[in-house]
T-cell receptor
């Protein structure tokens, strides 16, 4: 089944404790992206990647890192999480040039 | 990308057509109208997109006015599973560069028995 998977789905952590949210897709998509969703603000793009080893900042990249060592994986790294990074995070992927993006199920993060 | 305006919420009876409007008065000639929906904190789901002609697929129909300043998403026979937040997005066609989707706050559609 074609899908985008994220892990973990739920995470509670404390300020400053490094964490990684994984994202994987099995559709051989070149393009992958991370969004965060907050009440009243819609979805905002954090980082995106056009292909392996090619990443770039979105609208709200501060406090986040990404890497794209393999085509199927695009982990989101929070080196030193802070409470303002409490949010619902979505990973998405698509073929370059395609009009359709496929979203993962979301990761709900709470930073205390 | 052009800004869109949608009503914050709408209700629809199950089995009836749901008509969701979207205003995009600043749309430019090379911008498309896209619709996505999000069912209760799940990942957004693509529905349909169009440039100027009306479009239909297995999920919905998209009606774009002749001046392209507004559009309507039509779910012909709404079911309870269509209860979701619907997002209207206007942007240039994906040419292979940044494929960012800019979501606003959308319309919360509640389908009732």
């Amino acid at each position: 089944e074609a899908q985008v998977t994220q892990n973990p789905r739920y995470l509670i952590t404390v300020t400053g404790k490094k964490l990684t949210v994984t994202c994987s897709q099995n559709m051989n998509h070149e393009y992958m992206s991370w969004y965060r969703q907050d009440p009243g603000l819609g979805l905002r793009q954090i980082y995106y990647s056009m292909n392996v080893e090619v990443t770039d900042k979105g609208d709200v990249p501060e406090g986040y890192k990404v890497s794209r060592k393999e085509k199927r994986n695009f982990p989101l790294i929070l080196e030193s999480p802070s409470p303002n990074q409490t949010s619902l995070y979505f990973c998405a992927s698509s073929l370059v040039g395609s009009e359709t993006q496929y979203f993962g199920p979301g990761t709900r993060l709470l930073v205390l | 990308d052009a800004k869109t305006t949608q009503p914050p919420s709408m209700d629809c009876a199950e089995g009836r057509a749901a008509n969701l409007p979207c205003n995009h008065s600043t749309i430019s000639g090379n911008e498309y109208v896209y619709w996505y929906r999000q069912i209760h904190s799940q990942g957004p789901q693509y529905i349909i997109h169009g440039l100027k002609n009306n479009e239909t697929n297995e999920m919905a129909s998209l009606i774009i006015t002749e001046d392209r300043k507004s559009s309507t998403l039509i779910l012909p026979h709404a079911t309870l599973r269509d209860t979701a937040v619907y997002y209207c997005i206007v942007r240039r066609r994906n040419t292979g560069t940044a494929s960012k989707l800019t979501f606003g706050t959308g319309t919360r559609l509640q389908v009732t028995l």
